[in-house]
């Protein structure tokens, strides 16, 4: 039997990823899911500025010593991760906001 490979060299480390921070994560989206419906997210205006404020909202009460949101009973700090990793896949979108958004995928169909 020939040896195994496995070509992943260069790639993402997922697995050094702490789980209990994925865990939270997944806390909060299902928090939100509930609250506001599935991947409502992504359709928010103003993305950028808002999910940057909201961030800092919770890194903001959190460091005063409230670790724990009290309308959802999850960590502010999860939540403040959440908002981050809302604002890293708006930035692999250029998703300042949801016009600017539009705006660009109409100047490529214009121009294709």
């Given at each position: 039997m020939s040896e195994s490979k496995k070509y992943d060299t260069g790639k993402p480390r997922i697995d050094l990823i702490p789980m209990d921070g994925l865990t939270e994560i997944g806390r909060v989206m299902s928090h939100g899911a509930g609250k506001y419906g599935e991947n409502t997210w992504q359709g928010l205006s103003d993305f950028e500025n808002r999910y940057f404020a909201a961030a800092m909202r919770h890194m903001i009460a959190w460091k005063q010593g409230e670790k724990i949101d009290?309308?959802?009973?999850?960590?502010?700090?999860?939540?403040?991760?959440?908002?981050?990793?809302?604002?890293?896949?708006?930035?692999?979108?250029?998703?300042?906001?949801?016009?600017?958004?539009?705006e660009n995928i109409f100047k490529k169909n214009l121009t294709s």
């Open positions: 009290p309308e959802s009973g999850i960590s502010h700090l999860g939540h403040a991760a959440t908002n981050i990793f809302f604002l890293i896949w708006g930035e692999k979108r250029e998703k300042k906001n949801i016009f600017s958004f539009f």
